[in-house]
């Protein structure tokens, strides 16, 4: 009977502190995951533009197939991550008619982008997103002159994700994008050269530093 007792006094002090640790880290993960972290995510896709309706791009331009893009996340809270890219594709005049003597039209874009990351399983997530940013179009002449106008972009897309290991996930993504520049010319023309709906296309890989 003694050496019992004198078992269990061994013994249950260690249990004890167990007990004590498991829930300090338990708390602290629930702690962590309430908060914002800083979760680096780096982002690095080939994208194709289709550009919709009756205007400049639609009608005067045929995207290349492939433009490129990047964009790094940093922050994230509980599901929420917030990101910031760059963007560029190049276009090819296909109706100088309606677009002048342009060689080539330049897209660039720089945007901010607030997405949700939905866990499907292990290794498959949706991440639908929002995001703003500002655009600019540049056109380069034949003679090897150029002119630049700006806009503003509107985002609203998702990305489907497919996790490889622990830090590589490869990814398609498609957004709708809505432009508004402000290109001062003939009030009959103004939307023609103002709006633009586009759909864009993504495939690409990310880089996760740490685990998200």
Known sequence: MKKIVLFVLIVLPYILFAQEEDTKIENNEIKNSEGFSFKPQFYFYANHHINHGNNFLSDGHDASFVGLGLQL???????????????????????????????NTF???????FQYQWDLSNRWSLEPYVGIGATKIQQKYDDSDSDSFYGMNLYVGFNI?????????????????????????????????NKINQTQIQLGIIVSIGKN
Do not use: A, C, M
């Not at 963007?87 to 677009?99: F, L, R, S």
């Not at 897209?107 to 982008?113: N, Q």
């Not at 996930?169 to 103004?190: A, D, L, P, Q």
């Open 73 to 103: 996340n940093l922050l994230k809270f509980q599901k929420f991550k917030f990101g910031l890219g760059w963007e560029y594709h190049n276009y090819d005049v296909i109706n100088p008619g309606t677009i002048g003597n342009i060689d």
């Open 161 to 193: 994700i497919f996790k490889l290991i622990d830090h590589i996930s490869f990814f398609t993504g498609f957004n709708y994008n809505n432009i508004r520049f402000n290109v001062n010319t003939n009030k009959n023309w103004e939307d023609y050269f």
């Open 107 to 113: 897209h660039t874009s720089i945007f901010g982008r």
